[in-house]
């Protein structure tokens, strides 16, 4: 017999909870969303086909409860770092490595929706663009088309950024 349904969610929260601070743009919102969708996934599992990609699945689940609360919106101005953090950064590399990644972090956030969704699931997830497309409910070519603007997007915005 196979791993139980709460053991393959416990195997997944660490991706569960990197997609979710990415959705939330902060590692609070992103463990209370991580928190609701286990939640909802153990309340729901008769819901999942066995058999079927159950990370898929999870992922759906979160980004469906992400929408309903809304909390990108309301949270998305409250995560950033000052943007003069990087004057004060120390010889050793670590303060300038968290400036990076907070930078990399405020430039995620500034994206639409549904390019963030297309950045995360692809480019760090590491999704292939029909199970990403999948995920997020539209066709391959549009979430293709979502994925080149929010790249674009991010490499803009971070070559404006340093």
Not at 23 to 43: F, I, K, V, W
Not at 49 to 76: C, F, P
Request: with cysteine.
């Amino acid at each position: 017999m196979g791993t139980s349904f709460e053991q393959d969610l416990l195997a997944l929260l660490p991706r569960l909870r990197r997609f979710a601070v990415g959705l939330c743009g902060n590692p609070a919102d992103g463990d209370d969303l991580c928190q609701m969708t286990l939640e909802r996934a153990l309340a729901n599992r008769t819901k999942w086909q066995e058999g079927t990609r159950l990370d898929s699945w999870m992922y759906r689940v979160m980004r469906n409860i992400w929408i309903d609360e809304g909390r990108a919106t309301t949270r998305r101005r409250e995560t950033f770092v000052d943007p003069d953090a990087g004057l004060s950064v120390g010889g050793d590399g670590a303060q300038e490595h968290a400036v990076e990644l907070s930078m990399v972090d405020r430039a995620m956030q500034q994206l639409p929706q549904e390019q963030r969704e297309a950045v995360l699931l692809v480019m760090v997830e590491g999704y292939a663009y029909k199970e990403a497309a999948e995920i997020v409910g539209c066709p391959v070519g549009t979430l293709n088309s979502r994925l080149v603007r929010g790249r674009d997007a991010l490499l803009d915005l971070l070559g404006e950024a340093s």
